[in-house]
């Protein structure tokens, strides 16, 4: 009536409130997949929402899935804002991973103060140098950041696999020696009891740490502002002064150090060595994160935290459905993420136009 906007038309509201539908239209369609073999949708769920959720230590697992999920959707969303499909998170980690176990076990005696950022750079390090390579690839020869960074993912399992089983592995196994006991970041249970087993460590205060730095960088530096440009439109942002090359070299290069930061959970936190395949498509699953999340850091860790959920959620629940079950899941809210987006935002026209006609009348 006084012209002011209705708050479904706030871009605030549609980003929050379309990744809560995609989530509640995947769980629906989940329940009929439930109902299909056998049991019942709403016990399911119950027992997956309090067993991930109603316990310290499924609340503890719930972290600890949740932790490598943030920095791989984080990787992804910094790219994405700068108009980069970076797919290559997977191989990133992996490097980034095994750079810092392969450090750690050449720096004993280290004290603790070193060690621990010494091994979190590495892990940077590594994960940022692969980033780079299809970033300059992609500024200097225009190759796409797609093709480089699905190639590289082969070539860095391809290296780890063999680095870890001809060269640095304990025999009979598929892991490298322990990194130096100073590198190694402590689980919640030594502090907080109720957490007793769960293997939930420090590292989930680097990865909020990592979301806060990728909020700042993006929204509050001039650099952040050069980054957003170049997404929107390459080439007004060269007509505008802002080097496109400079910044798909930057932004590919700080997605992969973010990517890098996944061995701070698994291997500093965890295992305390490198094992060959331990990273189970995480790098991919930062894709649909990112996707989630809306490429907004505070919104990849709650779709981060979703997907925790549903990994752990699957061993709860896999004496009652398949565990691709799960899977489905996950594939269904990518899938309601991406076409709801559309489908939302068509019904809000429509509404308002009926809205504003009803005004008018």
């Known amino acids: 009536m006084d012209g002011k906007k209705h708050w479904l038309e706030h871009p605030a509201t549609q980003n929050f409130l379309i990744p809560i539908l995609a989530v509640i239209l995947s769980f629906a369609v989940g329940a009929i997949f ?47 804002r700068a108009g980069l499909f970076n797919i290559g998170a997977e191989g990133q980690l992996q490097m980034g991973a095994f750079v810092t176990a392969l450090v750690g076990m050449y720096t004993f005696g280290v004290p603790a103060f070193l060690e621990v ?16 390579i299809p970033g300059y690839l992609k500024a200097k020869t225009g190759a796409h950041e797609v093709i480089n960074t699905i190639m590289l993912n082969f070539v860095a399992a ?106 701070t959970n698994f291997v500093m936190g965890y295992k305390y060595y490198f094992e060959e395949g331990f990273s189970t498509g995480t790098g991919f699953m930062g ?30 629940i896999n004496t009652m459905v398949p565990k691709e079950l799960v899977s489905i899941l996950q594939a269904i809210v990518i899938i309601f993420v991406i076409s709801s987006n559309k489908i939302f935002r068509r019904i809000l026209v429509n509404f308002l136009k009926k809205r504003t006609l009803s005004i008018n009348d």
Request: glycine share 14%; with cysteine; proline share 5%.
């Open 34 to 80: 439930i109902l299909i073999v056998g049991q019942n949708p709403l016990e399911v769920y119950s027992i997956l929402f309090s067993q991930t959720l109603g316990t310290s230590y499924g609340v503890g697992q719930l972290l600890f899935k949740t932790t490598p999920l943030i920095f791989a959707g984080l990787s992804v969303a910094l790219c994405f």
């Open 117 to 132: 950022p010494l091994l979190i750079l590495a892990g940077m390090v590594g994960g940022g140098v692969w980033g780079f």
């Open 158 to 263: 391809a290296l780890v696999s063999y680095f870890v089983t001809n060269v640095y592995n304990v025999p009979a196994t598929v892991h490298t020696p322990p990194i130096a006991p100073t590198g190694r970041l402590s689980r919640f249970d030594t502090v907080f009891a109720g957490f007793a087993g769960s293997p939930v460590n420090f590292s989930i205060l680097i990865a909020l740490l990592a979301a806060l730095f990728v909020w700042y960088y993006i929204d509050r530096t001039r650099y952040g502002y050069e980054l957003r440009v170049v997404g929107l439109n390459p080439k007004a942002a060269e007509y505008g002064g802002i080097s496109v090359s400079k910044n798909i070299i930057l932004s590919m290069t700080i997605g992969g150090a973010i990517a890098g930061l996944v061995g």
């Open 287 to 316: 894709i649909a994160v990112a996707l989630l999340g809306n490429n907004n850091p505070f919104g990849v860790i709650l779709a981060a935290l979703l997907f925790g959920m549903l990994e752990y959620g699957g061993l709860v």
